[in-house]
């Protein structure tokens, strides 16, 4: 559920933060005081397109923050998170933040963790489903209407197999394909892949050699100097008469000499013995390496060679050695495929029949499947209609034959609807009203709140054209829908209102000349005030009306 949204800077909201509640919250006002802003705020967050223009007048920048409890949410969120590179949900609680400046800057965070607007997108189709006055339009889809019917029938497993048998079927589609060309190709394919496994082979590459080879190939092509160093080194340390060796000698005579006057001295003597065996040990390791040294013009040439051949096919196969490597693996595999063609589409044919059986056996078990559903669903809908005030209406689903499988199965189906008695059902997408398209998306939504895993429902404004009785049932289908659910719901309605778990009221005023939305939960007694307002007034038949409807 949502517990905490928080608006900043957002149109004439300043700093606003609200607590919210579990169950139906209602929010009302006066037309203009800014009801609509909640809504704003909701999508933002839920990563809808930012406009700039909502950022308050006089500000730079406008952000909304909201905070849901997620301990009952069944989508996958701790694994999404983790891929995503999110700091995980503390105490169940999930944070997400979004911010835009007047500079076109946008930003979001899940957690405290910077996102992509896209990452926020999907994270918000988890968490809210969003009813504007249009959005019953979506109900007019096939797509959806069949998703609605999946769901009422509890069907979404075998949808999800059968759309993954027509998936797996489309990937070997594209193997034959790929396996299907003229001669002329084929020749040519055979060709170049013979020609780049061969070259890729031959040279026998190890995916760790090439920094051992330009190192190598470094101190090849520097020999000559390498080796007149050393022996000038060595020369200077013992083969001269100066050498370092020899004033080394003489130096160890005379603190020989100092010793026998000042046997204090016998540190010093100490100290040069150490000196000299470094010097020697100096000398043993030059001539080592002054032996090591290799002028060959043979093997610089040989090493030149190899490094030339490395590069010349990390240029055509890859950025690094492993990926040169990993690219004449793949090409095998090709070659071996298009030269055992005949074998391999035997293979795929055999294989496509298969599936298209399976897919054949799972689409007709998930049709009987929903067409033992549809009763079921039609007769749930038209109860939930008759208390919307359609007394005598006809709600019912046909289904027919898909003209090209695709991965929702073999059917299509279409919601069909009859509001008055004596008339036939016609498809839903023929009826002009929108006040009926609300009720009959009301109707559908109390059926499927057992069903539907999204944890907050926001209606804003469904109920319009609505009234009397009806407008009482509408208020019972909310509630009947947040025993499941969190409730949002924009109304006008006193009678939707009085039915909510918590009331809010949105109104304006001006603060040091500026105005600003603010919004406040009722107590009770505020509550019957402005359940008052809505049916007309302060008067006291009003009031006691509005008493009425609480109780």
Same mark, same amino acid.
């Given at each position: 559920?949502?517990?905490?949204?928080?608006? +900043?800077?957002?149109?004439?909201?300043?700093?606003?933060?609200?607590?919210?509640?579990?169950?139906?919250?209602?929010?009302?006002?006066?037309?203009?005081?800014?009801?609509?802003?909640?809504?704003?705020?909701?999508?933002?967050?839920?990563?809808?397109?930012?406009?700039?223009?909502?950022?308050?007048?006089?500000?730079?920048?406008?952000?909304?923050?909201?905070?849901?409890?997620?301990?009952?949410?069944?989508?996958?969120?701790?694994?999404?998170?983790?891929?995503?590179?999110?700091?995980?949900? *503390?105490?169940?609680?999930?944070?997400?933040?979004?911010?835009?400046?007047?500079?076109?800057?946008?930003?979001?965070?899940?957690?405290?963790?910077?996102?992509?607007?896209?990452?926020?997108?999907?994270?918000?189709?988890? /968490?809210?489903?969003?009813?504007?006055?249009?959005?019953?339009?979506?109900?007019?889809?096939?797509?959806?209407?069949?998703?609605?019917?999946?769901?009422?029938?509890?069907?979404?497993?075998?949808?999800?197999?059968?759309?993954?048998?027509?998936?797996?079927?489309?990937?070997?589609?594209?193997?034959?394909?790929?396996?299907?060309?003229?001669?002329?190709?084929?020749?040519?394919?055979?060709?170049?892949?013979?020609?780049?496994?061969?070259?890729?082979?031959?040279?026998?590459?190890?995916?760790?050699?090439?920094?051992?080879?330009?190192?190598?190939?470094?101190?090849?092509?520097?020999?000559?100097? /390498?080796?007149? /160093?050393?022996?000038?080194?060595?020369?200077?340390?013992?083969?001269?008469?100066?050498?370092?060796?020899?004033?080394?000698?003489?130096?160890?005579?005379?603190?020989?000499?100092?010793?026998?006057?000042?046997?204090?001295?016998?540190?010093?003597?100490?100290?040069?013995?150490?000196?000299?065996?470094?010097?020697?040990?100096?000398?043993?390791?030059?001539?080592?390496?002054?032996?090591?040294?290799? =002028?060959?013009?043979?093997?610089?040439?040989?090493?030149?060679?190899?490094?030339?051949?490395?590069?010349?096919?990390?240029?055509?196969?890859?950025?690094?050695?492993?990926?040169?490597?990993?690219?004449?693996? *793949?090409?095998?595999?090709?070659?071996?495929?298009?030269?055992?063609?005949?074998?391999?589409?035997?293979?795929?044919?055999?294989?496509?029949?298969?599936?298209?059986?399976?897919?054949?056996?799972?689409?007709? +078990?998930?049709?009987?499947?929903?067409?033992?559903?549809?009763?079921?669903?039609?007769?749930?809908?038209?109860?939930?209609?008759?208390?919307?005030?359609? +007394?005598?209406?006809?709600?019912?689903?046909?289904?027919?034959? =898909?003209?090209?499988?695709?991965?929702?199965?073999?059917?299509?189906?279409?919601?069909?609807?009859?509001?008055?008695?004596?008339?036939?059902?016609?498809?839903?997408?023929?009826?002009?009203?929108?006040?009926?398209?609300?009720?009959?998306?009301?109707?559908?939504?109390?059926?499927?709140?057992?069903?539907?895993?999204?944890?907050?429902?926001?209606?804003?404004?469904?109920?319009?054209?609505?009234?009397?009785?009806?407008?009482?049932?509408?208020?019972?289908?909310?509630?009947?829908?947040?025993?499941?659910?969190?409730?949002?719901?924009?109304?006008?309605?006193?009678?939707?209102?009085?039915?909510?778990?918590?009331?809010? /009221?949105?109104?304006?005023?001006?603060?040091?000349?500026?105005?600003?939305?603010?919004?406040?939960?009722?107590?009770?007694?505020?509550? =019957?005030?402005?359940?008052?307002?809505?049916?007309?007034?302060?008067?006291?038949?009003?009031?006691?009306?509005?008493?009425?409807?609480?109780?």
């Amino acid at each position: 559920m949502l517990t905490t949204l928080r608006i +900043k800077n957002l149109a004439l909201v300043s700093d606003l933060t609200l607590e919210l509640q579990p169950g139906c919250n209602v929010i009302t006002g006066e037309t203009g005081a800014g009801k609509s802003i909640i809504i704003g705020a909701l999508n933002l967050v839920l990563g809808e397109r930012a406009d700039r223009t909502l950022i308050r007048s006089g500000e730079e920048s406008c952000s909304v923050e909201a905070a849901f409890d997620v301990r009952k949410l069944r989508a996958p969120i701790k694994i999404f998170l983790e891929e995503n590179g999110v700091e995980p949900c *503390e105490d169940h609680q999930l944070v997400l933040k979004r911010t835009f400046t007047s500079a076109g800057t946008n930003r979001q965070f899940i957690n405290g963790s910077p996102t992509t607007l896209a990452t926020l997108g999907t994270m918000g189709e988890w /968490l809210v489903d969003m009813h504007g006055p249009h959005d019953h339009q979506s109900l007019l889809h096939a797509g959806k209407q069949l998703a609605i019917l999946d769901a009422f029938g509890g069907l979404e497993n075998e949808r999800n197999a059968f759309g993954e048998l027509v998936r797996r079927r489309a990937r070997l589609a594209e193997e034959k394909s790929a396996l299907i060309v003229d001669e002329k190709t084929y020749a040519q394919q055979l060709d170049l892949l013979r020609f780049q496994v061969q070259e890729i082979t031959a040279a026998r590459l190890r995916a760790d050699e090439e920094q051992s080879v330009e190192e190598e190939y470094h101190r090849a092509s520097n020999a000559a100097k /390498l080796l007149q /160093l050393s022996r000038t080194a060595l020369d200077a340390l013992s083969e001269n008469e100066n050498s370092l060796l020899s004033q080394a000698g003489a130096i160890g005579r005379v603190l020989t000499e100092l010793q026998r006057v000042d046997g204090s001295a016998t540190k010093l003597v100490e100290l040069h013995a150490q000196a000299g065996e470094t010097l020697r040990d100096l000398q043993m390791e030059l001539s080592r390496y002054a032996d090591k040294v290799d =002028v060959n013009p043979e093997r610089l040439a040989e090493l030149e060679e190899r490094l030339n051949l490395i590069h010349s096919l990390k240029r055509k196969y890859g950025a690094t050695l492993a990926e040169v490597l990993a690219f004449g693996e *793949e090409a095998k595999a090709k070659l071996q495929s298009l030269e055992s063609r005949d074998a391999e589409l035997a293979r795929l044919n055999a294989a496509l029949d298969k599936l298209d059986a399976d897919i054949s056996a799972a689409g007709k +078990k998930l049709s009987a499947a929903r067409k033992k559903v549809i009763p079921q669903l039609a007769k749930s809908v038209s109860k939930q209609l008759e208390d919307l005030g359609f +007394k005598q209406s006809k709600f019912d689903v046909t289904v027919s034959a =898909v003209h090209e499988v695709g991965a929702t199965g073999l059917d299509e189906i279409e919601f069909q609807f009859a509001p008055n008695p004596g008339e036939p059902a016609k498809a839903l997408r023929a009826i002009a009203s929108s006040g009926e398209m609300a009720r009959v998306m009301l109707a559908l939504k109390t059926v499927l709140a057992a069903a539907d895993e999204i944890p907050v429902l926001v209606f804003d404004e469904v109920d319009a054209n609505v009234g009397g009785e009806t407008a009482n049932a509408v208020g019972e289908k909310m509630k009947q829908i947040a025993a499941k659910r969190q409730v949002f719901c924009i109304t006008h309605l006193p009678q939707v209102a009085a039915a909510a778990d918590a009331h809010y /009221l949105v109104s304006k005023q001006v603060k040091n000349g500026r105005t600003i939305s603010d919004i406040t939960l009722l107590d009770k007694k505020s509550r =019957v005030s402005e359940l008052a307002r809505m049916l007309g007034g302060q008067s006291d038949a009003a009031r006691k009306h509005a008493e009425a409807l609480l109780k």
